[in-house]
């Protein structure tokens, strides 16, 4: 899998999945508010299991760094 920093999300990956901000805070069980502050590097998701979620769905591996 690709490597990619979280601050890196953006609408990249999520673009390049065909995935719109409202289908990919569904299928995580958030908020879009809370997708739009990842793509705008106000947050991050802090919960593992979302962490995994998401790269699952974006076939991605995420650093911290």
Known sequence: LPQERISDFGNK??????????????TLGCSTTTVLRWEKNENYPAQPSVISKLEN??????TLN
């Open 13 to 26: 990956l999520k673009n390049e999945k065909g995935l719109s901000r409202n289908k990919l805070a569904k």
């Open 57 to 62: 769905i974006l076939n991605v591996k995420f």
